[in-house]
């Protein structure tokens, strides 16, 4: 009899790896306590498969910048110091990661990690299409203001090159070629960095997609079943409880992100992991000038990536913040923004706002690990990264549970690592 698996989350991290697990042959059982997939952070957020740009928060100049965030209202990072210790012990070790040589070596561990989620997801694609997912093999392109900014984007170029990505650096005339609705910018650019490989889908609808392969190939998905406790049998899980039943497993992983940090501190078990609270838009665009390509104002870090006959905008970060509501003054800064890139792109009061936690480690590496008990695993901490990694997480998930040697190295996402 195959072994039974119980996953916690049914965000785009937890459905990938339930469905990468049904297909090594496990029994697999999803718990979710929303009424649905993908309801939390893989809801509304940037849409942009971004295999090529997973440089970590993480930098030497990130420090730098955080007293000028403390002052500015209007910047991509709103930095507001929390009492928690919990906080502090994570800007500390998120401190210690701010150099380069690790911000580097960080930077190569997640480009292998999203070279192996894009062969995964095409794979995934390619056997299980759908429209609905408005996936398209787009390119990116990240537009830069600033003439030091975008020369120091060419040196990120020459570094990621040695690590197999092709990118390409462009001049204004050049950026507004490759993307005519960046016209009206075109004077005020001091040129890009284009990837061409990069690709779009929209994240809700791929997480309804796999709920439903899930569903087909033999998975239980129970919604409105939020864990309640743990049976223990020695070092081991027996059991997790929900409402009006327990759920009995030979393996029990972790996919839900803070839910998950919260449900492992109930167990007297810590992970480093912060909620990243982001922002996003989403407006008809149907008759509007917008933008073909996946595009980032490295300026504001904002990206717009269009779905069909919808534009996505998301940006910012609000650290200290672990609510999901939404500032007048910080929707009023993404509008405006927005509207600086692409004014007429559709009506940017009509848009549908959103704003999600996205749980993050100090390093920016995600999580993939055994943890405290001999059948409990971990595969969080993604941060903003979480569409892109998710397919190669839930593989490496896979090979770790089944003992085999990793197609990529682990040891960068083990939590002694984080």
């Not at 800064?333 to 792109?345: D, G, H, K, M, S």
Request: with cysteine.
């Amino acid at each position: 009899m195959s072994q039974h698996v119980c996953i916690v989350g049914a965000g785009i991290v937890g459905l990938f790896s339930a469905w990468r697990l049904l297909r090594e042959g496990y029994r697999v059982t999803l718990l979710e306590s929303r009424d649905g997939p993908g309801l939390a952070t893989s809801f509304a957020n940037g849409a942009q498969l971004s295999y090529s740009y997973v440089a970590p928060l993480a930098e030497p100049a990130a420090l730098g910048r955080f007293p000028g965030y403390l002052l500015d209202a209007s910047a991509p990072l709103c930095f507001r110091p929390s009492l928690s210790p919990r906080f502090w012990h994570w800007c500390c070790r998120f401190a210690a990661h701010c150099t380069t040589a690790r911000a580097r070596q960080t930077t190569r561990q997640l480009l292998a990690l999203g070279f192996l989620s894009r062969r995964c997801l095409h794979a995934l694609l390619h056997e299980s299409p759908a429209a609905a997912l408005h996936y398209r093999q787009n390119g990116k392109l990240v537009v830069y203001r600033d003439a030091d900014a975008y020369h120091a984007a060419q040196r990120q170029l020459s570094l990621q090159a040695q690590f197999g990505c092709e990118q390409f650096a462009l001049d204004a005339a050049e950026c507004a070629a490759v993307e005519p609705a960046l016209a009206g910018l075109e004077e005020r650019l001091a040129g890009g960095i284009h990837t061409p490989s990069e690709d779009v889908i929209d994240s809700h609808a791929l997480c309804v997609h796999l709920a439903a392969l899930i569903g087909s190939g033999g998975g239980e998905i129970r919604y409105g079943a939020p864990v309640r406790g743990r049976r223990l049998a020695g070092r081991r899980i027996a059991a997790l409880l929900v409402p009006d039943a327990e759920i009995v497993a030979d393996h029990f992983v972790l996919t839900g992100g803070l839910e998950s940090r919260d449900l492992l501190a109930g167990m007297g078990l810590r992970v480093p992991l912060l909620g990243l609270k982001g922002y996003s838009l989403t407006l008809d665009c149907a008759r509007g000038v917008a933008p073909a390509l996946s595009i980032t104002d490295s300026r504001n870090k904002i990206v717009f990536a269009r779905l069909g006959d919808r534009l996505r905008v998301a940006g910012m970060v609000d650290m200290g913040n672990e609510r999901t509501d939404i500032p007048a003054r910080r929707l009023a800064t993404l509008i405006r923004q927005a509207r600086e890139v692409f004014p007429q792109a559709g009506d940017y009061e009509q848009a549908t706002p959103w704003a999600g936690l996205r749980p993050a480690t100090p390093s920016g590496r995600p999580l993939i690990d055994r943890i405290g008990h001999d059948n409990l695993y971990v595969n969080i901490g993604h941060g903003a990264l979480g569409l892109t990694l998710a397919a190669g997480s839930a593989e490496l998930l896979a090979d770790c549970l089944s003992g085999r040697q990793c197609c990529i190295d682990p040891a960068p996402f083990l939590l002694a690592s984080a």
